[in-house]
T-cell receptor, first 117, second 114 residues
């Protein structure tokens, strides 16, 4: 079973629209971390946010906000008033210890966001 | 501060050839990782190293080997490249071992095996 599901393969919006990228995760651990990374067309992976499982407080950073809900195992990412520069592939990732005894980062398959002028 | 550098930026390689992808970080991070990124599959962990002198296998280790002789360098070797190893390879590092700490990524190496 997929540990991190990003059901939206591709989203297209027009500039200034708000857009939410969904992330649903699966884990049996009580301690885990969730991450979002951005991969613009240039290809590098840019860290956006890290959130631990004990902190369900939503976070806002400029036009970015994150909604963490343990009850639904979701960690959604909203961009307010989107801009063309937001066009990128966005990855959600889960870090858990699991059965192996060491913690690893598992990525979702990514959501491509296209923002048109 | 460069962060993480990877070399080469891109490479076209004949099947059966040996290839080493280089990764160097200047953040004195303890842990380093190699991922491959394939269209529609996201990033998958190949190998990792929690500290200098130790390495471990990730999700897709077959056909790859790594070494960690010192803190800064974490080369990935393809002993005999096959076309299915065509991918973009990312090196990453984190201050603490394991996946709980934030991982920072290098710019990637695009490898094509013909």
């Amino acid at each position: 079973a997929q540990k991190v599901t990003q059901a939206q393969t591709e989203i297209s919006v027009v500039e200034k629209e708000d857009v939410t990228l969904d992330c649903v995760y699966e884990t049996r651990d009580t301690t885990y971390y969730l991450f979002w990374y951005k991969q613009p067309p240039s290809g590098e992976l840019v860290f956006l946010i890290r959130r631990n499982s004990f902190d369900e407080q939503n976070e806002i950073s400029g036009r970015y906000s994150w909604n963490f809900q343990k009850s639904t195992s979701s960690f959604n990412f909203t961009i307010t008033a989107s801009q063309v520069v937001d066009s990128a592939v966005y990855f959600c990732a889960l870090s858990e210890t699991g059965d192996s005894g060491y913690s690893t980062l598992t990525f979702g398959k990514g959501t491509m966001l296209l923002v048109s002028p | 501060i460069a962060g993480i550098t990877q070399a080469p930026t891109s490479q076209i390689l004949a099947a059966g050839r040996r290839m080493t992808l280089r990764c160097t970080q200047d953040m004195r991070h303890n842990a380093m990782y190699w991922y491959r990124q394939d269209l529609g599959l996201g990033l998958r962990l190949i190998h990792y190293s929690n500290t200098a002198g130790t390495t471990g296998k990730g999700e897709v280790p077959d056909g790859y080997s790594v070494s960690r002789a010192n803190t800064d360098d974490f080369p990935l070797t393809l002993a005999s490249a096959v076309p299915s190893q065509t991918s973009v390879y990312f090196c990453a590092s984190s201050d603490s071992p394991g996946g709980f700490d934030t991982q920072y990524f290098g710019p990637g190496t695009r490898l094509t095996v013909l």
